[in-house]
């Protein structure tokens, strides 16, 4: 099977669950982490701020991510860092330092780091490599510059067509818990925009298989 490398769009830092983590008299441990100079995981802290969604793409991308050696298996999108490791630590201040781009205006704060450790990536892998994109392609605001660096290699799941975050999330952790990965599609020639697919069967109580995250509280 060919190698592939996941690339995780960001979480948002402007909700009420970012919120949480700028307040300083907070007492929970993830936010007391993000006090101290050595910070919590980046992975950690998106799936707090995001839910169901970042924890299903990162349960997902580490259960069948196939990187070459040398290679980080993820990677997740920043504001302007480009791309990092899940388990790279920031801190509050690192936040607050992403929170100040807003990558939906073509900010070169958020494109020039991307740009650049895409093109690394892309040199690190062979020609037959794929990158998954787990993330919404509807808009272009980090879908452009992945393309003009991987072109047709930059692929994604064709069953996030239609779905909300929610539904996305709960889908990749149903494909963990049975280890079935998702039919991937070029993003360049995809349809962006599709009808709503059905409702997803209820899960049963069980725990996904690979990480730490409970199936019956969905």
């Known amino acids: 099977m060919p190698n592939q490398v996941f690339i995780l769009s960001p979480a948002r830092l402007d909700g009420e669950r970012g919120k949480l983590l700028f307040r300083r008299e907070a007492t929970f441990p993830l936010a007391q982490?993000?006090?101290?100079?050595?910070?919590?995981?980046?992975?950690?802290?998106?799936?707090f701020l995001s839910g169901l969604y970042f924890r299903g793409k990162l349960a997902y991308a580490t259960a069948f991510a196939r990187s070459p050696e040398g290679v980080p298996p993820v990677l997740i999108i920043t504001t302007r860092r480009g791309l990092v490791a899940p388990e790279a630590r920031v801190s509050r201040t690192d936040l607050k330092s992403f929170s100040r781009v807003d990558i939906g205006d073509g900010d070169s704060r958020f494109r020039r780091p991307l740009r650049a450790h895409a093109k690394a990536l892309n040199e690190s892998i062979s020609p037959d490599s794929q990158i998954v994109l787990?993330?919404?392609?509807?808009?272009?605001?980090?879908?452009?510059?992945?393309?003009?660096?991987?072109?047709?290699?930059?692929?994604?799941?064709?069953?996030?067509?239609?779905?909300?975050?929610?539904?996305?999330?709960?889908?990749?952790?149903?494909?963990?818990?049975?280890?079935?990965?998702?039919?991937?599609?070029?993003?360049i020639r995809a349809v962006r925009h599709g009808a709503r697919p059905p409702k997803l069967a209820p899960l049963r109580r069980g725990t996904a298989t690979g990480n730490t995250i409970r199936i019956d509280q969905i």
């Open 134 to 187: 787990l993330g919404s392609i509807a808009t272009g605001k980090y879908v452009d510059p992945l393309l003009k660096v991987f072109g047709e290699r930059l692929v994604f799941p064709i069953d996030f067509v239609g779905r909300g975050d929610m539904s996305r999330g709960g889908l990749m952790l149903r494909c963990v818990t049975a280890k079935r990965e998702l039919q991937y599609v070029p993003v």
């Open 33 to 47: 982490a993000l006090g101290r100079p050595e910070g919590a995981p980046l992975g950690e802290v998106f799936s």
